[in-house]
């Protein structure tokens, strides 16, 4: 509640959140719209606990965050974004880190892969086994575009969703190199795994989202310009609705 928020160093006279007051409940799902620079990310990233709010209070069941233990929050938590870091191993090692406990679990890291996007270029890449080869080596001879290695980013997530301690899932852009097809199956295979998470997403093309939304809020200038169903937000034909249409 009225939650204001500067990021570290910034000159900005406006900071990037400014008396921002939202309620999210246990099981939804809710998609974050806005323009660049509107705050959307920003809002993803203190809900993840990667930032404290400069004022105003974050609510976790009732509790303030401050009175949660960090690691412990970060272990109910899982992240998709635009990151595409992998790391100098195995890809079936850089897909099972995201469940450290089920590294070696090979269905699992194979239902991952398939979730995330990354089974059928894997296999197209040799002929022995798709998950075992070492990276260093894979990388010498083929180059992984930016869309591959967010497949394999969002695989590593996928693992991550099949931990039972995983309660708050955040989507923010994580389809920047995927073409619409690709970021629509990625978002429909997400949507899957749901059951007993609360999951927020951040996208520039959240058209297929709306159907599943329990919640939209849009954002402008680091504030909440509109919030509420897709119906109801095409109804006041605001900042929202000119959004959807540019789309349409």
């Known amino acids: 509640?009225?939650?204001?928020?500067?990021?570290?160093?910034?000159?900005?006279?406006?900071?990037?959140?400014?008396?921002?007051?939202?309620?999210?409940?246990?099981?939804?799902?809710?998609?974050?719209?806005?323009?660049?620079?509107?705050?959307?990310?920003?809002?993803?990233?203190?809900l993840s606990r990667l930032y404290n709010p400069v004022s105003g209070e974050l609510l976790i069941d009732g509790?303030?965050?401050?009175?949660?233990?960090?690691?412990?929050?970060?272990?109910?938590?899982?992240?998709?974004?635009?990151?595409?870091?992998?790391?100098?191993?195995?890809?079936?090692?850089?897909?099972?880190?995201?469940?450290?406990?089920?590294?070696?679990?090979k269905e699992m890291v194979e239902r991952a892969a398939q979730q995330g996007g990354a089974s059928e270029f894997i296999k197209k890449l040799y002929k022995d086994h798709p998950l075992q080869k070492e990276l260093e080596e894979l990388e010498r001879e083929t180059d992984i575009s930016g869309g591959e290695r967010q497949r394999v980013v969002a695989a590593r997530s996928f693992m991550r969703f099949q931990s039972d301690k995983i309660k708050f899932v955040a989507v923010d852009e994580p389809s920047s190199a995927l073409d619409a097809e690709g970021e629509l199956r990625l978002f429909e295979e997400i949507i899957k795994v749901r059951s007993g998470?609360?999951?927020?997403?951040?996208t520039h093309r959240f058209g297929h989202l709306t159907k599943y939304a329990d919640k939209i809020i849009c954002m402008k200038d680091g504030g909440i310009a509109e919030m509420?169903?897709?119906?109801?937000?095409?109804?006041?034909?605001?900042?929202?609705?000119?959004?959807?249409?540019?789309?349409?």
Do not use: W
């Not at 509420?228 to 349409?248: C, D, P, R, S, V």
């Open 197 to 202: 998470k609360t999951m927020i997403f951040v």
């Open 228 to 248: 509420g169903t897709h119906t109801e937000l095409m109804q006041i034909e605001g900042e929202y609705a000119k959004l959807y249409n540019i789309q349409a």
């Open 63 to 105: 509790k303030n965050a401050n009175e949660y233990r960090l690691a412990d929050l970060h272990e109910s938590i899982a992240i998709l974004s635009q990151d595409t870091k992998i790391y100098p191993l195995s890809l079936s090692e850089n897909i099972g880190v995201g469940f450290p406990d089920q590294c070696a679990n």
């Open 1 to 46: 509640s009225d939650v204001c928020f500067a990021y570290p160093g910034s000159q900005k006279a406006i900071g990037a959140l400014t008396n921002v007051n939202l309620s999210i409940g246990a099981g939804q799902l809710v998609v974050v719209v806005g323009a660049n620079g509107s705050g959307k990310s920003t809002i993803i990233r203190l």
